[in-house]
């Protein structure tokens, strides 16, 4: 029997929580969370020195369903890209400089974090 949806969301958000404190810990600034739009979600878009960072959180409490890492592939990627734009349109962001992160949140209490500084690129 698979995790319920209500489970995955408690994860995620739990994994969020950890991510963003640790990733404030490292001197970033968390400038928005959960940003939604019709088309897309951002979970965390942050400072890092003069850097614009749209970050993926991945969540795992286990490798049953693969790596955290796994699970950004080349369609989340493009969703991400996609609602960067869009915030950034809505945002007037367009000169800033920018990147797109992965961080990736494994275990309960004492969690691994790993922070993918750009971890991809926009496809051209």
């Known amino acids: 029997m698979g995790a319920s949806t209500s489970n995955l969301r408690k994860v995620g958000s739990l994994g969020e929580d950890q991510a963003v404190t640790w990733l404030q810990e490292q001197g970033v600034v968390l400038v928005e969370r959960n940003w939604f739009w019709r088309g897309g979600e951002l979970d965390l ?14 969540s795992r409490r286990s490798q049953r369903m693969g790596t955290a890492a796994e699970a ?4 989340k990627q493009r ?9 950034l349109a809505r945002n007037g962001g367009f000169e800033r400089r ?4 992965v961080v990736t949140v494994w275990g309960d209490r004492q969690p691994e974090i790993k922070w993918y500084k750009a971890a ?3 496809e051209s």
Do not use: Q
């Not at 878009?45 to 991945?58: C, H, N, P, S, T």
């Not at 950004?72 to 369609?75: A, K, L, P």
């Not at 969703?79 to 915030?87: C, G, M």
């Not at 920018?98 to 992160?101: G, M």
């Open 72 to 75: 950004v592939t080349r369609n």
């Open 45 to 58: 878009i942050l400072k890092d020195g003069e850097v614009l960072v749209f970050a993926e959180v991945k």
């Open 79 to 87: 969703s991400i890209v996609r609602s960067a734009k869009a915030w």
């Open 98 to 101: 920018i990147r797109f992160d």
């Open 120 to 122: 991809f690129r926009p």
